[in-house]
């Protein structure tokens, strides 16, 4: 089983490892790390469940799991073989990606990094360029995945919390000390974009034509009321924290990534019923959770 896509999916794989570690003896279960590749072993089962950090599926300057915070955002919108390697034996393959294509506009870069000077670099609109990466990312599953051994899933959005107007706190008031769920029926909320949804539902749709199923997880409804099940200020700080974030920490609180246990163990819960109800040969349109 392989988790492939950004630190929000990777909080899942974290949820899936925990969920499988604590029923295994230590002596039978493994970690390793390998650059953007992460691997818990069951070793009495041969089996692994590992997670590929490629926050936008498709190549990027933003690839190194470490060193990868960059406002100047550039992908490579027609190159995914470098990441794709990793993944291409799974029994079990398991994407996302949302987050870090929130902002208008993103440059896309066609040709190459290491030869930027014969290559050609656009600024592209977010929703446009967003489905450029997922049809190659869809070209390349059809192509490469045998649909008869490997099962695919698609987790949609995960909603974001920044915003307390939306919920009936003052302007600027954030996911911070929030203690209760939102208790609105239907709620949404501006930290997803429904636009987006589409997109992905329209390409794994497409993809279905080409005898490709990648089953859509809907997530987003059911997240969107956790406004309290965020990390806030409880969360490791990459760079030291300012006096002035010190002093107003709804300023540091982080409202996108999620405490667990939490929210994405009931993710993986989901997960877990549509392998158990589906068989990789299966050409069935599975129902979507709404």
Same mark, same amino acid.
């Given at each position: =089983?392989?988790?492939?896509?950004?630190?929000?999916?990777?909080?899942?794989?974290?949820?899936? %490892?925990?969920?499988?570690?604590?029923?295994?003896?230590?002596?039978?279960?493994?970690?390793?790390?390998?650059?953007?590749?992460? @691997?818990?072993?069951?070793?009495?089962?041969?089996?692994?469940? !590992?997670? &590929?950090?490629?926050?936008?599926?498709?190549?990027?300057?933003? $690839?190194?799991? %470490?060193?990868?915070?960059?406002? +100047?955002?550039?992908?490579?919108?027609?190159?995914?073989?470098?990441?794709?390697?990793?993944?291409?034996?799974?029994?079990?393959?398991?994407? *996302?990606?949302?987050?870090?294509?929130? #902002?208008?506009?993103?440059?896309?870069?066609?040709?190459?990094?290491?030869?930027?000077?014969?290559?050609?670099?656009?600024?592209?609109? =977010? #929703?446009?360029?967003?489905?450029?990466?997922?049809?190659?990312?869809?070209?390349?599953?059809? @192509?490469?995945?045998?649909?008869?051994?490997?099962?695919?899933?698609?987790?949609?959005?995960?909603?974001?919390?920044?915003?307390?107007?939306?919920?009936?706190?003052?302007?600027?008031?954030?996911?911070?000390? !929030?203690? +209760?769920?939102?208790? #609105?029926?239907?709620?949404?909320?501006?930290?997803? +974009?429904?636009?987006? =949804?589409?997109?992905?539902?329209?390409?794994?749709? $497409?993809?279905?034509?080409?005898?490709?199923?990648?089953? =859509?997880?809907?997530?987003?409804?059911?997240?969107? &009321?956790?406004?309290?099940?965020?990390?806030?200020?409880?969360?490791?700080?990459?760079?030291?924290?300012?006096?002035?974030?010190?002093?107003?920490?709804?300023? &540091?609180? $982080?409202? @996108?990534?999620?405490?667990?246990?939490?929210?994405? +163990?009931?993710? *993986?819960?989901?997960? &877990?019923?549509? @392998?158990?109800?589906?068989?990789?040969?299966?050409?069935?349109?599975?129902?979507?959770?709404?």
């Amino acid at each position: =089983m392989v988790f492939v896509g950004d630190s929000l999916n990777r909080g899942q794989w974290i949820s899936m %490892v925990c969920l499988v570690g604590s029923v295994l003896p230590p002596a039978l279960q493994s970690m390793q790390s390998n650059g953007s590749l992460m @691997i818990f072993n069951a070793i009495e089962y041969n089996a692994s469940i !590992e997670f &590929y950090w490629a926050p936008l599926l498709v190549e990027s300057n933003s $690839d190194d799991p %470490v060193n990868h915070r960059l406002p +100047d955002r550039i992908v490579r919108v027609k190159a995914i073989e470098k990441h794709a390697r990793h993944w291409a034996e799974a029994h079990i393959l398991i994407f *996302n990606t949302y987050l870090w294509w929130r #902002r208008p506009r993103i440059k896309a870069l066609f040709g190459s990094f290491e030869d930027e000077e014969n290559s050609n670099l656009k600024i592209v609109k =977010m #929703r446009r360029v967003y489905e450029m990466a997922l049809r190659t990312w869809s070209d390349w599953l059809e @192509i490469n995945i045998n649909p008869n051994k490997t099962q695919m899933f698609f987790m949609s959005m995960s909603p974001i919390h920044d915003r307390g107007e939306e919920w009936g706190r003052a302007k600027g008031q954030n996911c911070y000390s !929030e203690t +209760d769920q939102i208790t #609105r029926a239907g709620y949404k909320g501006n930290g997803t +974009d429904p636009k987006m =949804m589409k997109i992905v539902e329209t390409v794994l749709n $497409d993809s279905k034509t080409r005898g490709l199923n990648v089953q =859509m997880i809907n997530i987003t409804q059911l997240s969107e &009321y956790r406004k309290e099940a965020h990390p806030s200020i409880y969360r490791k700080q990459w760079e030291p924290l300012k006096e002035d974030h010190i002093s107003n920490p709804s300023s &540091y609180a $982080d409202c @996108i990534h999620w405490c667990l246990p939490g929210v994405p +163990d009931v993710w *993986n819960e989901l997960l &877990y019923a549509f @392998i158990s109800q589906t068989t990789p040969h299966s050409n069935q349109n599975s129902k979507q959770f709404r």
